[in-house]
């Protein structure tokens, strides 16, 4: 299968890759973990201005229509910067939105999505098992304003403190489904913690708090989006792991030991191509998910092959590149340190590496699968 990008795609490639590098350096990065909300307003706006925010979202909408591909382009090479902006939450949701929303929800919420006026986020987790697509959080009609009331408690959702409104996943009678709720409705109460990758996630409790289905639930809508969070967190952390091998290789190159390179030794260089080869495999697993959900073909195995790659070999990578700097790569403060704590966050996301097996072997068992 061919995965090389068309021309569209490299120029979102390219235009990405000029933004994150000018404006995402560790500088920069410092001075957002040190800002209230974490998050690269300058960058979020510069992103926006460039047509970058809407690549994925509709044509009617504002967007480039270009779909899931082209927003795995972006999210890599955020990665390879970890470039701190909510880019995989808002997106996912933006997506979700815009194929299962009411007309009346797309006109108000994609505009805002696409020139980053008005942030989205997902809130897929909770405490307890790994399980996303099996919520405990309640959801029950409100007969008296014809919507839904939530109730219960998510966990680690991604940068809600900057965003306008939280698609959650909850559990009503029909089945499981997505919801849409104002992060500052009635009912809803928030808790702040910093994330591994020194991200603001928020534990969001509702107590009957009005929400608006985003498709009917019951008709697959969750696991349609769980779906594309766990190709887009797979596009993030293969950047990520392409980004540490990048810093590892420059200073192995420069930094010398017994009157050489520490590139030239046999075993660096079994390492670095340890990494390469696990690079490689993230890429090839997630482009063919890609693939397989552009194409509308059943994709739960190709998505979750995808999903265990980027987990086991990302945070794989993110270990051997961070050892191969020796004692610098445990300085905080270096870059490298910060690809691991990207790449540590992102394979525990929506459950680490073995939840995703577990999941695949049983969907591998429940009959035949194309992918």
């Not at 994925?56 to 967007?63: K, N, Q």
Request: hydrophobic content about 45%; overall charge negative; glycine content about 12%.
């Amino acid at each position: 299968m061919n995965f090389t990008l068309d021309e569209e795609l490299e120029a979102i490639r390219d235009l990405a890759r000029k933004i994150f590098t000018d404006r995402a350096t560790p500088e920069r990065a410092r001075e957002v973990e040190g800002s209230p909300e974490r998050v690269d307003e300058s960058l979020w706006a510069e992103l926006a201005k460039a047509g970058l925010l809407g690549v994925s979202a509709p044509e009617e909408a504002g967007g480039a229509g270009l779909g899931l591909g082209a927003l795995c382009v972006l999210l890599e090479e955020q990665g390879r910067a970890v470039a701190p902006v909510p880019l995989w939450p808002a997106s996912v949701a933006a997506l979700a939105v815009a194929a299962h929303g009411t007309a009346e929800q797309r006109a108000r919420l994609l505009p805002g999505a696409v020139d980053g006026s008005s942030r989205l986020t997902l809130a897929l987790e909770e405490f307890g098992p790994p399980e996303p697509g099996a919520p405990r959080c309640a959801a029950v009609r409100d007969d008296g304003s014809g919507g839904w009331r939530l109730t219960g408690v998510k966990a680690v959702v991604p940068s809600p403190f900057g965003a306008a409104h939280v698609l959650v996943a909850a559990r009503a009678d029909s089945g499981t489904g997505l919801f849409l709720v104002a992060r500052d409705a009635d009912g809803v109460t928030w808790e702040a913690a910093e994330t591994t990758s020194r991200d603001l996630a928020g534990t969001m409790t509702l107590d009957g708090a009005p929400a608006q289905e985003i498709g009917p639930p019951g008709s697959g809508v969750l696991d349609w989006t769980i779906e594309r969070a766990s190709v887009a967190l797979a596009a993030v952390q293969l950047g990520v792991a392409q980004g540490a091998l990048r810093l590892a290789a420059g200073y192995l190159a420069e930094r010398r030991q017994f009157g050489r390179p520490l590139a030239t030794f046999q075993a660096v260089q079994h390492q670095l191509a340890d990494c390469y080869i696990d690079i490689e495999a993230m890429g090839v697993a997630m482009w063919q998910a890609v693939t397989s959900l552009e194409a509308g073909e059943p994709a739960a195995a190709a998505v979750l092959v995808a999903k265990w790659w980027a987990g086991e070999a990302g945070l794989n990578v993110v270990h051997r590149t961070q050892h191969l700097h020796g004692g610098i790569g445990v300085d905080v403060d270096y870059p490298v340190h910060r690809h691991f704590l990207w790449g540590k966050q992102i394979s525990g996301t929506l459950g680490g590496a073995s939840a995703d097996l577990a999941r695949l072997g049983a969907v591998l068992a429940a009959g035949p699968v194309a992918s």
